[in-house]
């Protein structure tokens, strides 16, 4: 994602990509910043409550500190976010996501049921947590309790890996 800016306008000091994370059987999409240069191989982890808006914040915010601090952060988007509605631009908060959505006729992120809402979390730590020593969680609201319910999910290695969790206005 180009020209990622922070809440003062400046430019996002890293790389800012949107990815699609698989874990074999669930998929999750949203932002991965990545620090310039080599960074502190930890992994930040952030679940925004609903709908979803909270990642505004987060990301205006917190993740260019993050990443000033070496952190790699991925902030999730829940599946069955539309794309494309008036009020799409402050759940996918990525206008370039939303174009690619526009051109390839993706009218949702995934499919939304509360089933796979709870995998969210798993799934994001699952599939990125390979490079990373250290994993991290934050979570705004109902994201909270949803990272909660996640830690039932992982793997004993992945638990062994998690080093905090923070719960912002957690429900």
Known sequence: IEDERDEHGNEVEGSVYWVRVHDGRHAIEGKLYQPSGVGNKELIIFEPGLPGDGVIIFEDRHAPNLLKEGYTVF???HNGTVTNAVS?????????????????????LG?????????????????????????????????????????????????????SFVSMSGA
């Open 75 to 77: 902030a999730a988007r």
């Open 88 to 108: 799409s631009a402050k759940y996918i908060h990525a206008s370039q996501k939303q174009e690619w959505s526009k051109q390839h006729h993706q009218q949702f």
């Open 111 to 163: 499919e939304f049921t509360f089933e796979e809402w709870g995998t969210e979390v798993a799934t994001a730590a699952k599939g990125l947590e390979a490079p990373f020593k250290k994993l991290h969680f934050m979570a705004h609201s109902m994201g909270a309790p949803n990272t909660l319910k996640a830690f039932t999910k992982l793997p004993p290695k992945l638990i062994q890996k998690t080093s």
